[in-house]
Structures are given as C-alpha cells and as structure tokens.
T-cell receptor, first 116, second 113 residues
C-alpha cells in the first residue's frame, strides 16, 4: 500500500470544525482512502472512506483533492469524545491477490486534542 | 452491545511463561485478525484467519501462534513471552470483502515481568 503523511498532532476547541489533512502523493488510481481513529485505551474504529468524490456520513466528511494526492477528514463540530489518534490509510482492491487479506497498514496518525 | 470481545483486558505474565489471549465476536464474520500495538506506535498485523485458513505475516515471530476453533473465537498464544512482547493486542473482524470495515475489540494490554 502507498504511503501517507499526516501531521503528528493537532488541536481544536470544542464545537469548532476540525480539518485533518493527509498527503498521499504516490496514490494509485485504484487506491481507496480510508480513515480510522483510535480513542484512548480502545481499539481503532472505522470513520469513513472514499475514492474520488467527497463523502459524508454521520461521523465525518471526507474531502478528496481533485488530483487525489491529498485528502482532508472533516469533523464538523468537535467534541471532547473526538479526541483520538486519526489514521489515514490507503487500500488498493487491485492488490487483493496478496495473502494479507484486507490488511490495514497504519501510519503514525495524527493525535487530535480537543479543548473544552 | 459488544461485538468484538477481548479477555482479559489486562494480562500480566512472567518472562518465558506461556500466555493466551482470547477474542470472541458476535458478528459472524469470517475473517479475524490479530494486531500488535506497542507503546506510542501504530498497530501492526501479526496474522489473520479467513475462515479456518491461517495466514501469518512474514515478519511475525515464531513465538506467536494462533488458534481459531470456530467462527466466533480466536486465540493468540505467546509461547515464551519476552520483555519486548509487552504491548496492546488487538483483535479485529471483517465480513466478506477485502476492504470492508474492520471491527476492533478493546484490546488486551500485556505486561511481561
């Protein structure tokens, strides 16, 4: 899977929007962009994923640049419960022939701190 | 309702003493994973089961073994834990498609004395 680059940490105030960037300049045409987050002392949880078009779900929005070399996870109104490590992961369905079925390759992620 | 359950949440063992961590799931998913997450690091896949087929990552030490007696349960056995095996061990499941969402358990934090 291609590599992603994220800032080590970001801070936000409660009830303000948060934009978490991810750079993936070597993304291939078949790579999907997935986001997971890991709250303190918990396992990771799925947030959102997309290919080319922007995506929205109940947790967040994903904005994907036109050239797909970067993307942004948007939390519209941060809460204290959103404080977590956010991981941006590229996954290529075309690589499905490997033995690591559905393997998630985590980078270091972005530590999001939310201030009350 | 818990979907991926890991027991115990905290496990302490002694250097070289075998230890088993357990994972169960209520999702009836056919794929189960074990990840290792060391302090301040990202999770790293150790191995996975697709149904009963076991797949080991190339760099997973031989010290780590796994068993999956049925769809619901999966075990991680560490035959001779070393100090370097102290970590959070995460179990995850997914259904069907390779790139479906993975559901993680809360993890078991292993301490090796």
């Amino acid at each position: 899977d291609a590599k992603t680059t994220q800032p080590n940490s970001m801070e936000s105030n409660e009830e303000e929007p948060v934009h978490l960037p991810c750079n993936h300049s070597t993304i291939s045409g078949t790579d999907y962009i997935h986001w997971y987050r890991q709250l303190p002392s918990q396992g990771p949880e799925y947030v959102i994923h997309g290919l080319t078009s922007n995506v929205n779900n109940r947790m967040a929005s994903l904005a994907i640049a036109e050239d797909r070399k970067s993307s942004t996870l948007i939390l519209h109104r941060a809460t204290l419960r959103d404080a977590a490590v956010y991981y941006c992961i590229l996954r290529d369905p075309a690589n499905a022939g490997g033995t690591s079925y559905g393997k998630l390759t985590f980078g270091q992620g972005t530590i999001l701190t939310v201030h009350p | 309702d818990a979907m991926v359950i890991q027991n115990p949440r905290y496990q302490v063992t002694q250097f070289g003493k075998p230890v088993t961590l357990s994972c169960s799931q209520t999702l009836n998913h056919n794929v189960m994973y074990w990840y290792q997450q060391k302090s301040s690091q990202a999770p790293k896949l150790l191995f996975h089961y697709y149904d009963k087929d076991f797949n080991n990552e190339a760099d997973t030490p031989d010290n780590f073994q796994s068993r999956r007696p049925n769809t619901s349960f999966c075990f991680l056995d560490i035959r001779s834990p070393g100090l370097g095996d102290a970590a959070m061990y995460l179990c995850a499941t997914t259904a069907g498609g390779r790139y479906n969402e993975q559901f993680f358990g809360p993890g078991t934090r292993l301490t090796v004395l």
